[in-house]
């Protein structure tokens, strides 16, 4: 999975809890995506990087919000998780200016 | 908004056929990508074909670009078993990192 690691792979949350999900690189790439797959909707994207503290929404950003302190790191959070945020999340890498895309093994996220 | 729409969203074939999957987009792009999902498993590039390219080829695989259909599609050849896995298109017409994936194409290899 080209150095890219999820961590948690799976979660169980109660609805209003605060969630955090971690997304750890080591190819140095500078774009980090965070997505979420739904059936039905393929893959949507929720917030990208493309560097240090430099963030921007995707086409599903309400009700997360996004961190990246360090190039390796990007943190995504559900500040108040709802259940239909109940999703398997993605995170994704790619070098400057090149439009491949590097997948993380994912993140199975369940909000009860 | 879905950018790219696959067809069809299923196929199912015996090992050694042919695998020919549709990718559908509605507004201009610099490129298109076709990516792979294993079960369980994160996607994986395949190819990327530029708009000023008509067909490109990797292995058992051919893409074809019309971009004046604003289509794709992607071809398996002689396809094996573990070539089971859904395939989705991808392309940048909201900016080039800023992709846009289609729901993809579920493909069955029968043994």
């Known amino acids: 999975d080209a150095g890219i690691t999820q961590s948690p792979r799976h979660k169980v949350t109660e609805t209003g809890t605060p969630v955090t999900l971690r997304c750890h690189q080591t190819e140095n790439h500078r774009y980090m995506y965070w997505y979420r797959q739904d059936p039905g909707h393929g893959l949507r994207l929720i917030h990208y990087?493309?560097?240090?503290?430099?963030?921007d929404k995707g086409e599903v950003s309400d009700g997360y919000s996004v961190s990246r302190s360090k190039t390796e790191d990007f943190l995504l959070t559900l500040e108040s998780a709802t259940s239909s945020q109940t999703s398997v999340y993605f995170c994704?890498?790619?070098?400057?200016?090149?439009?491949?895309?590097?997948f993380g093994p994912g993140t199975r996220l369940t909000v009860l | 908004s879905q950018q790219g729409e696959e067809d069809p969203q299923a196929l199912s074939i015996q090992e050694g056929e042919n695998a020919t999957m549709n990718c559908s987009y509605k507004t201009s792009i610099n490129n298109l990508q076709w990516y792979r999902q294993n079960s369980g498993r994160g996607l994986v590039h395949l190819i990327l074909?530029?708009?000023?390219?008509r067909e490109k080829h990797s292995g058992r695989l051919r893409v074809t670009l019309d971009t004046s259909k604003k289509s794709s599609s992607l071809l398996i050849t002689a396809s094996r078993a573990a070539d089971t896995a859904s395939y989705f298109c991808a392309t940048d017409g909201q900016g080039a990192q800023k992709l846009v994936f289609g729901q993809g194409t579920r493909l069955t290899i029968n043994p």
């Open positions: 074909i530029r708009s000023n390219e």
């Open positions: 990087s493309y560097g240090v503290k430099d963030t």
């Open positions: 994704a890498i790619s070098a400057i200016l090149a439009y491949e895309q590097f």
